[in-house]
């Protein structure tokens, strides 16, 4: 899930990386750009507490960080430039629905035109019976 909100501010990325890593447990390292969401003291103590290491990337490359820089891209382009939401539960709903989408439905040219987390897999040699 994305978190949509007015604003976002380093409570929000500790909450959001709270709950990911109760569900995922923490990693060993946490690469990000250097806004002022991520570098801030709070965020940066947190994640030292839980036994994690931050991993900036070099401001003006974002090269180092591509997946989440071709995603982010994508996002504006596809949904935020090309939507004007009237209420924050709007923009929320519809941008659930896009991250749905792209992730369990759109084909990545980079996973053979497949979809990166499909929400049903069927094996390629499946063939149902007859009875």
Request: glycine fraction near 6%.
């Amino acid at each position: 899930m994305i978190r949509v909100d007015r604003k976002l501010d380093s409570t929000d990325v500790v909450d959001v990386l709270t709950d990911l890593f109760i569900l995922r447990g923490p990693p060993e390292f946490i690469r990000s750009d250097n806004g002022l969401e991520f570098v801030a003291t709070k965020v940066r103590d947190w994640i030292e507490a839980v036994g994690a290491k931050t991993a900036f990337i070099e401001p003006g490359s974002p090269w180092e960080n591509g997946y989440c820089e071709s995603f982010n891209a994508r996002f504006r382009n596809e949904q935020l430039d090309g939507e004007i939401f009237c209420t924050l539960r709007e923009a929320q709903i519809l941008i659930e629905r896009w991250r749905k989408h792209y992730n369990t439905v759109r084909p990545h040219s980079a996973l053979g035109n497949c979809p990166p987390a499909p929400e049903i897999v069927v094996p390629v040699d499946w063939r149902p019976t007859m009875h």
